[in-house]
């Protein structure tokens, strides 16, 4: 595990072969600063050759593959400009590439937004003929988007207006992450004879799960009190970005911002609502249960939030090299065949992958995928074993998209968001079958089980979870017009903590502030879809560790499919139905009978 007593490292102190590869997209500054000039000399083109000419099946086709083309080039612009970024906010050169993406974003929104517009403001039949012809197949996911959409589409000159306005009206994200990884700052703190740095990557990657319960503590308070300097700030960015999007689903025609928000994931208001509300009712009592069994296992008067993220085994964690975790990944998903892995390969031999923690990086992990190019991967690698199910997960977005691009245009829909994340949890899942399947002793196998639950379970089940009920709580505040501040927010969530843990956890001073810890907040309702991807994923991925070909081939093909199919659709083309709560609780079921194991092999 990285233990960091004092500060992260600065970027240039890290070893290379272990950062993400960015020159695979631009070699130098300077080719990415022609890359920008390029694209700007094709879409000023696209304008003037297509705005009010789209009128007639040849024309269109032509325009719809030059918008492809444009997309392709967009995407390797916006993620160099903002991948670098992500890991080093402290550069010059980083911090002014980011910057100007925003006014990059305008000046191509303005010019391309006639597209959509014209193309929605053309007859039923002319739409039609364009995708029965041999050509136009491959767009017509994207035209029945355009049919969906048209609905909720402005006046031409207000969407021209409304890109212009774009990097105003959506950066939001980009304040919250200025403050988060530039402004605070958390006071050192001693225990014994020691003294801590503190920071948001050491205390959610090292201090907040330590084995020492005075560092743990400590650090708890130490982060908390500097979330707290920069409550206020936070919230207001945070309000004023969830006002916008109300402003926006009114602005086109929404009487909920719920149901403006769902429109693009193609989700009922139902389907979301059953999400929360069954795992809130009936997840909660297994976790309860976990925090019980925790509270034994460590011999501990009580169970605090300070605590529940502690490992459960009192044995040294485990620790796992990078190469070492390739070697694991690299054998549990061959059930996916040579294309699959092929992805997975690449993502080690060509450094897609950026391990380290390093002052200013992002916390947490993701995974951006880029159409025609790499699919870079940001973790905050602790050395231990919880990391290959990390990796494991995020490797599933690469696979997942990785395949979309190649069965699909850049500008076909993605996959709903309400789907993304059942590819990279059922990774987790057919991962930690692997490792339950090796020869190891009962303790061990115990440990692991207790691993699986916090790192899959835990965190996509019931961090997200709590997300996800604290943000439909400040929805319905803005749908009712209700005044929203720091004290409200922090009201919410506290609510929302102690309706889940009830009497098996106590709710530590500066729990309420967690809130502040998720940038999901600013992608719309995503916190939710973890645990609808993981209800997909927990079924599919046991069927695939169980070795079904069948479902091996389904799920492949749902991989590659991108958006031309809804989620509910994608869940029920491996069997699982989304349409009620049953798959719901098979996966509620699960944890519980992992819970189960953990008990028996005492």
Excluded at 16 to 28: G, I, Q, R
Excluded at 223 to 240: D, E
Excluded at 262 to 280: A, C, E, G, P, V
Excluded at 543 to 570: F, H, P, R
Aim: net charge negative; charged share 25%.
């Amino acid at each position: 595990m990285t233990k960091q007593n004092g500060p992260l490292p600065t970027r240039d102190l890290l070893n290379k072969e272990e950062t993400w590869d960015l020159s695979l997209l631009f070699a130098t500054q300077a080719e990415y600063e022609k890359a920008i000039e390029a694209l700007k000399e094709k879409v000023a083109t696209f304008n003037t050759d297509y705005k009010g000419n789209l009128t007639n099946v040849g024309t269109i086709l032509s325009a719809l593959n030059d918008f492809d083309d444009i997309n392709v080039r967009m995407g390797k612009v916006f993620q160099y400009g903002s991948l670098a970024y992500e890991v080093d906010k402290l550069d010059d050169t980083n911090e002014a590439n980011a910057l100007k993406l925003g006014q990059l974003s305008e000046w191509l929104g303005v010019r391309l937004s006639f597209f959509e517009s014209e193309l929605a403001n053309l007859s039923e039949e002319m739409l039609n003929e364009l995708t029965v012809t041999e050509e136009g197949q491959k767009f017509k996911a994207f035209i029945d988007r355009i049919k969906y959409n048209k609905p909720m589409m402005l006046d031409p000159k207000i969407e021209e207006t409304l890109s212009s306005l774009s990097g105003s009206l959506t950066n939001h994200s980009d304040m919250y992450n200025t403050v988060k990884f530039q402004d605070m700052v958390f006071p050192d703190f001693v225990v014994g004879s020691e003294t801590y740095s503190n920071s948001f990557a050491g205390f959610e990657q090292d201090f907040e799960g330590h084995m020492n319960k005075e560092i743990r503590h400590a650090a708890w308070k130490s982060f908390h009190q500097g979330l707290s300097n920069h409550q206020h700030t936070v919230a207001a960015n945070y309000i004023n970005h969830v006002q916008t999007e109300k402003k926006m689903a009114t602005l086109r025609g929404f009487d909920s911002v719920f149901d403006y928000l769902l429109h693009d994931q193609q989700i009922s208001r139902d389907s979301y609502n059953l999400i929360i509300d069954t795992l809130t009712t009936e997840l909660a009592p297994v976790f309860r249960r976990y925090a019980k069994l925790l509270k034994e296992e460590q011999g501990l008067d009580k169970v605090t939030l300070a605590d529940i993220k502690m490992p459960f085994s009192k044995d040294e964690p485990m620790s796992i090299s990078i190469d070492e975790s390739r070697e694991m990944i690299e054998s549990a998903l061959s059930v996916f065949g040579d294309e699959y892995l092929s992805y997975v390969k690449q993502a080690f031999d060509e450094r897609w992958i950026d391990y380290p923690m390093n002052q200013s990086k992002s916390t947490g992990g993701f995974c951006s995928t880029i159409a025609d190019g790499p699919s870079y991967i940001l973790l905050n690698w602790t050395g231990l074993l919880s990391e290959v199910l990390v990796l494991a997960h995020e490797l599933g977005h690469a696979g997942h998209f990785q395949l979309t691009y190649q069965n699909q245009l850049s500008i076909t829909p993605e996959a709903s968001l309400y789907f993304v994340e059942a590819p990279s949890t059922a990774n987790e899942v057919i991962m930690c079958q692997y490792l339950l399947n090796q020869p190891i002793e009962n303790d061990a196998k115990r440990s692991l089980i207790a691993e699986f639950i916090t790192r899959t379970y835990f965190h996509n089940m019931v961090t997200h979870l709590l997300e996800a009920d604290f943000q439909r709580k400040v929805y319905e505040a803005v749908d009712n017009d209700e005044v929203l501040n720091a004290n409200r927010l922090n009201g919410f969530f506290k609510e929302t903590l102690e309706n889940f843990w009830a009497y098996a956890v106590e709710i530590n001073d500066g729990a309420e502030l967690t809130w502040m810890r998720q940038p999901h907040y600013y992608m719309g309702l995503y916190s939710y879809t973890y645990s609808a991807g993981l209800t997909i994923g927990t079924q599919v991925g046991q069927m695939i560790a169980d070795n079904d070909q069948e479902a091996v081939s389904a799920w492949l093909d749902n991989l590659a499919a991108g958006g031309t199919k809804d989620a509910l659709e994608l869940a029920a083309h491996v069997d699982v139905d989304m349409t009620n709560a049953d798959a719901i609780r098979q996966a509620i079921q699960f944890v519980d009978g992992l819970i189960d194991q953990i008990e028996e092999l005492a």
